[in-house]
């Protein structure tokens, strides 16, 4: 621990998820000591982002956290995840294929984060081939149950959209 930014960071790492009001505390101090500080800007965002559902505010704190290291993989993957739910699907699409180049990245995960952003388009095609071949990344079991429970999920919302569709053609032949 070379800093007092460090050594709050690592205070607030140990609090966190159990006190979020002492890790924020922490935190808070450790970004008033160095405020480019990645790991206190990259907890500050999941905080936003996991426990208060602010987005918004996560997005800032993610922003900060890669200014300072582009190269930190975690806020990465969290900050896709943000930039999706924010339906910034250009910005999400090219920080994934960013992360892709970085040297240690788990391509199963940020290929899931791809298709999740074209399923959010409802383009469940190309989700589909994404989460297939983030299967063929994936070296753990419980990697390989969640994508192929996500491929089965899809292919339902696949025939879900062709039922619906066949439904509002129906209805509109009946006009």
């Known amino acids: 621990m070379n800093t007092l930014a460090d050594q709050y960071y690592i205070k607030a790492l140990d609090q966190y998820p159990y006190s979020l009001e002492e890790a924020i505390e922490s935190l808070s101090y450790s970004l008033s000591y160095n405020e480019e500080h990645v790991g206190a800007n990259y907890l500050m965002g999941k905080i936003y982002k ?5 987005f918004l505010k996560a997005e800032e704190y993610y922003i900060r956290a890669l200014a300072s290291n582009p190269e930190d993989m975690n806020t990465c993957m969290d900050y896709i995840y943000v930039l999706i739910v924010l339906k910034e699907y250009d910005k999400a699409l090219k920080l ?6 970085l040297k240690g990245v788990d391509l199963s995960k940020t290929y899931s984060l791809m298709a999740l952003v074209f399923e959010y388009k409802r ?7 994404l989460y297939k071949e ?3 990344e994936a070296y753990n079991e419980d990697s390989i149950n969640f994508l192929t429970n996500e491929i089965k999920r899809i292919k339902k919302k696949k025939k879900m959209v062709k039922k619906l569709e066949a439904n509002q053609t129906e209805n509109q032949e009946a006009l």
Do not use: G, R, V
């Open 50 to 54: 996991e426990q208060m559902n602010n």
């Open 96 to 101: 994934i294929n960013y992360t892709i180049k």
């Open 123 to 129: 383009e469940y095609d190309k989700a589909l081939n």
């Open 134 to 136: 983030a299967k063929f």
